[in-house]
């Protein structure tokens, strides 16, 4: 069989606002200071599981708001050395699943993509389902180092026709592109995000060719070490980025992005 060469699309907002794919939501074990977007990620996401100590993150994010019952996760996994007793009885007690998994060679993140993946090749869910993982780049430094590392792994040993893999902090949403050919859908005035983007070779070094920064290149190598695409900037509603290995790239989200009512962009 030939080799596909189709250039590989992303919709970055896609979690933000629509619900054309199905959607797992993960809550990692960081403080999520910004309940607007766990609101809007929350009521796109079809599965929603907390990774262990995330369970702790998400019950004090929503605390106190008048529809904190609306905030019940379907699954809580991981080693469940994180999650406090109290947590874990609050979610019990509103017949939260929660599945200990004691793999010591796997992450919370990790152990919660397997069981989204799992349940995908069981046939429960669609075959190909996006996971967006809420979190991870607020806290210590070698944490997320481990979430890039785990990315990166999990991009190299799964096809994306399982479905992508999107890390939102509070301020970018990040992820990993594909060799070749990557089509980048990033309107800017559709609310989503600000113009600061960055390409980040983690792992190894990369040959890039851009199209639509401000500051583009051709056959550009990029090293941590040696010279690396931090703080360009989006000049056009379609970005293309060629590279020669896979490469993360990062997007700052719009500061209005809470409080706009964001038009909808078509995308799959």
């Given at each position: ?5 189709s250039?590989s699309?992303w919709?970055?907002s ?5 619900r054309?794919?199905?959607l ?8 999520v ?12 996401a079809?599965?929603r599981?907390?990774?262990?100590g ?11 708001l ?10 809580i ?21 929660i599945v200990?998994m004691?793999?010591?060679?796997t ?10 993946r799992?349940?995908?090749t069981?046939k429960?869910?669609?075959p ?12 210590r ?13 999990m991009?190299r040993?799964?096809s ?8 939102c902090?509070?301020?970018?949403m ?5 060799e070749?050919?990557?089509i980048?859908?990033?309107?800017l ?6 113009k ?7 792992g ?13 290149v ?5 090293e941590?070490?040696h010279q ?14 060629t ?17 706009c009512?964001?038009?909808?962009i078509?995308?799959?």
């Amino acid at each position: 069989m030939a080799a596909d060469h189709s250039p590989s699309q992303w919709w970055p907002s896609q979690p933000l606002h629509a619900r054309d794919r199905p959607l797992a939501l993960i809550i990692l074990n960081q403080e999520v200071t910004n309940v607007d977007i766990l609101d809007r990620l929350w009521d796109h996401a079809d599965f929603r599981i907390c990774a262990d100590g995330g369970a702790n993150r998400l019950y004090k994010a929503v605390e106190g708001l008048e529809k904190h019952d609306s905030f019940i996760p379907d699954e809580i996994c991981g080693d469940l050395d994180s999650i406090t007793p109290r947590v874990q009885e609050f979610y019990s007690l509103r017949n939260v699943k929660i599945v200990q998994m004691r793999k010591q060679d796997t992450t919370d993140f990790q152990k919660c993509v397997d069981r989204v993946r799992e349940f995908q090749t069981s046939k429960t869910w669609p075959p190909s389902m996006d996971i967006v993982a809420l979190g991870g780049l607020g806290g210590r430094v070698d944490q997320a180092f481990s979430l890039f590392h785990q990315l990166l792994k999990m991009a190299r040993d799964e096809s994306t026709s399982l479905g992508r893999i999107w890390l939102c902090s509070d301020t970018s949403m990040t992820f990993v592109l594909n060799e070749g050919l990557n089509i980048i859908h990033t309107p800017l005035g559709h609310g989503y995000f600000q113009k600061n983007v960055g390409i980040l070779p983690v792992g190894q070094p990369a040959t890039i060719t851009t199209k639509g920064l401000e500051w583009d290149v051709v056959n550009w190598k990029t090293e941590f070490g040696h010279q690396v695409s931090t703080s360009n900037h989006v000049m056009s509603d379609i970005l293309e980025i060629t590279t020669s290995t896979k490469i993360f790239f990062t997007i700052e989200l719009s500061e209005e992005l809470t409080a706009c009512e964001c038009a909808s962009i078509a995308g799959s």
